[in-house]
Nanobody, 125 residues
Framework: HVQLVESGGGSVQVGGSLTLSCTASGNIYSSHCMGWFRQLPGQEREGVAGIDSKGDTIYLDSVKGRFSISQDTANNTVYLQKDNLSPEDTAMYYC????????????????????WGQGTQVTVS
């Protein structure tokens, strides 16, 4: 069983930056994909970025060049650096994990992830 805990959310001004963290504990699979998703009330979760145990990364088109996902494998932590934030980035952000590599065709499909964090709110105004 894997537990995920996000942190780093908060309120930020338009154009500002924020870094989210997700720390995993439990049985971390050697081959895994970690994803960041976001969700607005009444809407489906949207895949924002993914990184797998090989270090390969993938992004939602609208955040490319502004968001950067990275990981500290020694501490089982994944980061999402977000720059040049806009009000459209306001959402609850979730970290998720699955026991295989991030596929370019399925990385953003939330139902493929077995474990989810509790979420951290990001508000841009």
């Amino acid at each position: 069983h894997v537990q995920l805990v996000e942190s780093g959310g908060g309120s930020v001004q338009v154009g500002g930056s924020l870094t989210l963290s997700c720390t995993a504990s439990g049985n971390i699979y050697s081959s895994h994909c970690m994803g960041w998703f976001r969700q607005l009330p009444g809407q489906e979760r949207e895949g924002v970025a993914g990184i797998d145990s090989k270090g390969d990364t993938i992004y939602l088109d609208s955040v490319k060049g502004r968001f950067s996902i990275s990981q500290d494998t020694a501490n089982n932590t994944v980061y999402l650096q977000k720059d040049n934030l806009s009000p459209e980035d306001t959402a609850m952000y979730y970290c998720a994990a699955r026991a295989d590599y991030c596929s370019s065709t399925s990385w953003s499909q939330g139902y493929r992830y077995s474990y989810w964090g509790q979420g951290t709110q990001v508000t841009v105004s």
